[in-house]
């Protein structure tokens, strides 16, 4: 039946309890009712490519976040301090995660599960890049709902896992990704920035990691462009890594040369012209070795990993 076809390609092979919320889930679809545990729910940014064929990995993102230094600005940013000042601020800052952000997930993301969103701190957990996507919409609503005040941010911990792991295991892992971006501090300031993201072991500011899922979105365009290989994209990996190592060993810089050797071998395979080919080479060592490797270094690697994932068959 297309159920069963649903079913086998989509989630692949179901255990016995799988399959039984699977197919209650089928039946109550009809009646716009979406019941789902977190194995189904790991799969659900799976996508058909070009070929009809289910693509991407089966996971699950914990996303844990909370407004960073509250107290102070409860201390100092408030002028003279009065228990209605007090009282207003924490009912709108409550307000953002239990009416706005619900809303959002039930709207946009439905398949996102709220284990908890209300005072100043939220941990939700659904499929691995919609959760990242949440986490980009939340970020820059929230920067909206304070009208843009500098002192008034949220760090956020982004943990994936492969599914099945208990939920006390995942909130672990996302309280340790949250606890790594409230460490962020690249400058060694006295007082720590926060404002910061961690994701796939990664860490950086909000508006460093903006760019870095820009550049993911850039890849994939570039992807499609180029029909760019699978074993040439996990290349890129290892060029970062040479990159990342130029400081310490300047031999390492050679990886521009590998860059182009590989990049030119990859356009070799491909029908077209050889002013096309140059022309090629020039995008993608601006795009990808230049404004990617080059300019994110680490950081690069989530847009990779936020590629590749999307790729897995």
């Not at 970062?240 to 810089?253: G, I, R």
Request: aromatic content about 10%; charged content about 25%; hydrophobic content about 35%.
């Amino acid at each position: 039946t297309d159920i069963e076809e649903y079913k086998r390609e989509k989630f692949g092979k179901l255990n016995k309890e799988d399959e039984k919320v699977f197919e209650r889930f089928i039946q109550n679809q009809q009646d716009n009712i979406q019941i789902k545990n977190l194995n189904l729910i790991a799969c659900e940014d799976r996508q058909l490519n070009e070929k009809g064929k289910w693509q991407g990995i089966s996971a699950l993102t914990t996303l844990k976040g909370d407004i960073d230094n509250l107290g102070m600005i409860f201390q100092q940013g408030l002028g003279a301090t009065t228990f209605a000042k007090m009282a207003g601020l924490s009912r709108q800052i409550n307000a953002f995660f239990t009416v706005y952000l619900p809303w959002l997930c039930q709207t946009e993301y439905e398949n996102t599960y709220t284990v908890f969103a209300g005072g100043d701190d939220f941990f939700l957990i659904g499929p691995w890049q919609s959760q990242i996507k949440l986490a980009q919409k939340l970020q820059k609503a929230f920067k909206d709902y304070v009208a843009e005040n500098e002192q008034v941010h949220f760090s956020v911990g982004l943990s994936t896992t492969k599914p099945g792991m208990p939920i006390r295991t995942l909130a672990d892992m996302g309280e340790e990704a949250l606890e790594n971006a409230k460490a962020h501090n690249p400058k060694n300031l006295e007082i720590e920035p926060k404002n910061a993201v961690s994701c796939f072991s990664q860490v950086m500011s909000w508006d460093k990691f903006h760019q870095v899922m820009a550049s993911s979105k850039r890849l994939q365009a570039l992807s499609k462009d180029y029909n760019l290989s699978t074993g040439y994209t996990y290349g890129l990996l290892e060029l970062l890594d040479m990159a990342n190592e130029v400081e310490t060993d300047p031999a390492k810089s050679i990886w521009h040369s590998y860059f182009s050797y590989r990049t030119m071998r990859m356009l070799e395979s491909k029908k077209i012209s050889s002013q096309e080919k140059k022309a090629a080479l020039q995008i993608l060592a601006h795009d990808i070795a230049e404004q990617g490797i080059e300019t994110q270094r680490n950081n690069y690697r989530v847009a990779l990993f936020n590629y590749l994932y999307q790729k897995r068959s």
